[in-house]
Nanobody, 118 residues
Framework: QVQLVESGGGLVQAGGSLRLSCAAS????????MGWFRQAPGKERKFVCAISWSGGSTDYADSVKGRFTISRDNAKNTVYLQMNSLKAEDTAVYYC???????????WGQGTQVTVSS
């Protein structure tokens, strides 16, 4: 199993930036795709973005295209989410996830709160 821990959440004003990190507890023999999801109060958890093991393929939700960037450092077993031009509607708990491909995620972190003030 993969254990994931998110960090970097916090409070930021609209238009600002924040970078989230997600660290796996240990490397495994599997080359996992990684993704970010978010859940706003009273809403369903939604897909934000994902990246293949090699970093060669990425996918973004339309709502974050051009503003968010996902990247990874396999040597450090860490995935990042750079969030720019933040909006109030980006406020949510952000979850890191891992799985066999860009559309299947089996492992989840505990989440980190991101609050954007306007």
């Amino acid at each position: 199993q993969v254990q994931l821990v998110e960090s970097g959440g916090g409070l930021v004003q609209a238009g600002g930036s924040l970078r989230l990190s997600c660290a796996a507890s240990a490397r495994t023999n599997n080359r996992y795709a990684m993704g970010w999801f978010r859940q706003a109060p009273g809403k369903e958890r939604k897909f934000v973005c994902a990246i293949s093991w090699s970093g060669g393929s990425t996918d973004y939700a339309d709502s974050v295209k051009g503003r968010f960037t996902i990247s990874r450092d396999n040597a450090k077993n860490t995935v990042y989410l750079q969030m720019n031009s933040l909006k109030a509607e980006d406020t949510a708990v952000y979850y890191c996830a891992a799985g066999p491909n860009l559309s299947t995620f089996n492992y989840w972190g505990q989440g980190t709160q991101v609050t954007v003030s306007s």
